[in-house]
């Protein structure tokens, strides 16, 4: 996801293969177990690389391939790239890693896939994450974070009216989608409320302390201008500042009235390995699988039985445990496929006016 960014190698050998017996009864696969049939050698799996691909890779990737056999090749998730492919009719990605708005608009664009739940176990996914062509991966929190050099114990915000009352410079995400959810909390709207977003009380909110936002546009940005000193206050992706304010750096933030955003799995229309694929993704939500790659990253496990494998003080940071998660509350993602072009227009013109 964007909170974490960063095609796909030439042609892939597809050769099949028996899968042996064993393999078989060890993927744990929900719905319907991988049994002995001719499998592909590889998958190919599109993530937004970085420290996300390697926690994929250690949680998902890997231990997939010690109990199918099936080695995973990956490669940038390029949204375009999968458009283009699916239009083709040319499709080398057999799972694919995107922000889950995005891949609710893919699904609408008729670029995905429908998900076989038979095979993919959703009864233990937590409410929310579980869509047609899509299913919510991990969960990151958009939400307030602070300077501790330059604001004193007690004065932090502590929910987005306060971030609004904040005396001092703030900072934003220079994008319609997640900032304008905050603007309408900083206004007063409940959060469980936001929906359909009131784009035009959103500019509004936003016009009033528009000359004291510092518009950041890169993930990598929001730690460094905290520990600059550049804002005293700001919006961040907890992922962005959990590790400086793990090192000791002047950072805190909490996720009272967090924003939550989620990576998701797709499969594009006329993946060449789709049964597989369907399987793979039943395998990367199981308990154990999640709550590896929430060790690894702070982002939330879907399914509720891996937050009872985690311990209270993983538990803490992560914005699915029950704790911060009845405090905060899901973005739309449907809604940002119905609406986000409108929305986009309307914030760049009045950013611009």
């Known amino acids: 996801m964007s909170r974490l960014k960063s095609g796909i190698r030439g042609a892939i050998d597809r050769r099949a293969f028996m899968a042996s017996a064993a393999a078989a009864?060890?993927?744990?696969?929900?719905?319907?177990?991988?049994?002995?049939?001719?499998?592909?050698?590889?998958?190919?799996?599109?993530?937004?690389?970085?420290?996300?691909?390697?926690a994929y890779?250690?949680?998902?990737?890997?231990?997939?391939?010690?109990?199918?056999?099936?080695?995973?090749?990956?490669?940038?998730?390029?949204?375009?790239?999968?458009?283009?492919?699916?239009?083709?009719?040319?499709?080398e990605w057999d799972v694919s890693q995107q922000p889950a708005e995005l891949a609710a608009t893919m699904a609408k664009q008729g670029l995905l896939e429908p998900l076989d739940y038979s095979i993919i176990d959703k009864s233990k996914l937590i409410k929310g994450v579980a869509f047609d062509h899509f299913v919510m991966c991990d969960i990151a929190a958009y939400h307030i974070a602070w300077n501790t050099k330059l604001v004193k114990p007690g004065a932090e915000p502590k929910d987005w009216p306060g971030f609004w009352a904040f005396s001092g410079?703030?900072?934003?995400?220079?994008?319609?989608?997640?900032?304008?959810?905050?603007?309408?909390?900083g206004s007063g709207v409940d959060k469980d409320k936001l929906y359909p977003l009131d784009i035009r009380r959103a500019l509004d909110s936003l016009a009033k302390i528009k000359d004291s936002i510092y518009w950041w546009e890169r993930g990598a940005q929001v730690a460094q201008i905290l520990i600059d000193g550049e804002v005293e206050a700001t919006a961040a992706w907890n992922g962005r500042v959990y590790d400086p304010k793990k090192s000791g750096a002047p950072v805190d933030y909490h996720l009272n009235e967090a924003l939550l955003v989620a990576d998701a799995w797709c499969v594009p229309k006329g993946a060449p390995n789709k049964r597989e694929s369907m399987e793979f993704i039943a395998f990367a939500l199981g308990a154990d699988n999640q709550a590896s790659f929430a060790q690894k990253l702070p982002y939330g496990p879907v399914n509720g039985d891996a937050l009872k494998l985690l311990s209270k003080e993983t538990l803490a940071v992560l914005p699915s445990s029950e704790e911060n998660f009845k405090r905060s509350t899901f973005l739309d993602v449907n809604w940002w496929a119905d609406n986000g072009e409108q929305a986009e227009a309307a914030f760049n013109k009045w950013i611009t006016g």
């Open 169 to 185: 410079r703030r900072g934003l995400w220079k994008r319609p989608y997640q900032t304008m959810e905050v603007a309408l909390m």
């Open 25 to 54: 009864a060890a993927t744990g696969v929900a719905g319907a177990p991988f049994i002995s049939r001719a499998a592909p050698s590889q998958m190919v799996i599109s993530t937004g690389g970085g420290a996300l691909d390697d």
């Open 57 to 91: 890779k250690a949680a998902y990737f890997q231990p997939w391939t010690a109990k199918t056999g099936i080695a995973v090749t990956t490669g940038p998730n390029t949204g375009a790239k999968l458009k283009a492919m699916v239009e083709q009719k040319a499709v």
